[in-house]
């Protein structure tokens, strides 16, 4: 065989197994595949390959890799550095948090590796024999790889269309959860090499193959057994947070019927002061009258009727079920909440419901605390537009607050064990396609505004 040959032979090899991971690892976060990505991380993968195969030769030919711990600690090299490289590559291009893109990034390297060496070894235990090199390295190398591609594809379409990266996701939500979870994928794409270094004298056979092969179907299947017990989790905690924000809207409502009821004894009391007026002709006396009604309607009951009109704009009923009880919290502190809300806000968002309520949820908890002082003020809006539900929240402050400490890691006003509020809002916009953050400071008020993208 000419040296071309074999040296095509290789990069078709590297090639596919580049393109496979980059498809698995995509389907694995539920991702559209960006193909001029991929060129970029092709050109890495060969690199980081022929690099690698380089020097394992140069050990060979000095008579240092005679060892199978030396090839062993290569191939846990390549696979580590070739899913890094795409879980960065995927982290910056597609706005996905960098633990979660390189975590699927080594999990879908443990499947593609698995699934290439058992197509390897499947085709050599029953490939027939020929005197032919090419035709014989075309069966052993060009079909086996291919075969690899196709699994890669087959993978990722019923991991998208049976929404794994929705449970995958759930994996994240915490730091604990984050790093056992890379841990694990980690465990998982090591154990052939692992094996090898373990138990040198193992001839890998079909068999060999096939146990490594089941280990994709029981990772993926632990994986998504953990994912759905998190996520099941998750939405346990969200009901509960729900219910207590349902009792907190039927509080909001049972307090604007009582204050119905204490402004209709003293309008009655007031009105008869005013036919008595009306009857001596005393129109200043009825002028001073209207005003002071008007004031007084609007100190009782106009601030509440206007945040029932805007809670009832909002057909997103957990979202509407939080500023409830934000709201009476504010009251409670005796701080003064506006919320505006002028259009329907949809129920469908482009931002997670679970990572919304918490991303606002953080940033109300922060305004009030900060307002909580004399004269406190916090105000919402919510404006609803074609493409994008745009959010704010806006506080006073007494000392003003310093910018640029707000994007530092643990950064908080509140003292020692605090500061995680904002990291992990940081974390739900980081990985909401398309969601966009804001904080400034004008007129006195910190705002903080979050731009969250149409379905």
């Known amino acids: 065989m000419s040296l071309t040959f074999r040296i095509a032979t290789v990069i078709y090899s590297f090639g596919m197994m580049s393109f496979a991971l980059f498809v698995q690892s995509t389907g694995i976060l539920g991702l559209k595949i960006k193909w001029r990505l991929l060129p970029v991380f092709f050109i890495c993968a060969e690199v980081l390959q022929w690099i690698s195969l380089g020097i394992s030769i140069l050990m060979t030919l000095i008579g240092i890799n005679e060892d199978i711990a030396s090839s062993s600690l290569f191939d846990i090299f390549c696979y580590t550095s070739t899913a890094f490289i795409l879980g960065w590559l995927l982290s910056r291009n597609l706005r996905v948090p960098l633990i979660h893109a390189i975590t699927a990034s080594i999990l879908g390297t443990f499947i593609i590796n698995t699934a290439n060496s058992l197509m390897v070894q499947v085709v050599e235990e029953y490939s027939p024999l020929f005197d032919r090199q090419h035709f014989l390295v075309f069966i052993h190398f060009y079909i086996p790889y291919t075969l690899t591609l196709v699994v890669a594809v087959l993978t990722s379409f019923i991991l998208k269309k049976s929404e794994f990266y929705r449970y995958f996701s759930a994996l994240f939500r915490s730091r604990f959860r984050s790093i056992f979870t890379l841990f694990l994928c980690y465990v998982l794409m090591c154990i052939m090499p692992l094996l090898q270094l373990i138990a040198p004298e193992t001839t890998p056979d079909a068999g060999y193959a096939t146990f490594f092969f089941s280990l994709i179907v029981i990772g993926l299947f632990l994986i998504q057994f953990a994912a759905m017990y998190a996520a099941g989790q998750d939405k346990i905690k969200a009901q509960e947070e729900t219910i207590l924000q349902q009792q907190a809207h039927m509080a909001l409502l049972e307090e604007l019927q009582q204050e119905i009821r204490a402004f209709r004894h003293d309008f009655t009391n007031l009105f008869s002061g005013l036919t008595l007026q009306a009857q001596e002709g005393d129109l200043a006396g009825i002028q001073d009258f209207m005003k002071r009604t008007s004031s007084y309607f609007d100190e ?61 949820g953080i940033l109300l908890d922060n305004a009030i605390e900060a307002a909580s002082s004399p004269n406190g003020e916090v105000h919402i809006v919510l404006l609803q537009e074609e493409k994008s539900l745009y959010l704010a929240v806006a506080n006073n402050y007494d000392k003003t607050p310093d910018l640029n400490a707000f994007t530092r890691k643990g950064y908080t006003t509140k003292g020692k064990g605090h500061g995680t509020g904002l990291s992990s809002y940081r974390r739900i916009v980081a990985r909401c396609r398309g969601c966009a953050s804001r904080t400034y400071l004008k007129n006195g008020m910190l705002i903080q505004e979050l731009h969250i993208p149409a379905v």
């Open 300 to 360: 009782k009951l106009g601030n509440e009727i206007a945040q029932m009109d805007g809670l009832n704009n909002i057909e997103l009923y957990p979202l509407r079920s939080l500023l409830a009880t934000k709201l009476a919290k504010m009251r409670q502190m005796h701080v003064k909440g506006v919320l505006e809300a002028l259009n329907p806000v949809r129920k469908e968002q482009g931002m997670d419901t679970d990572d919304l309520l918490r991303a606002l």
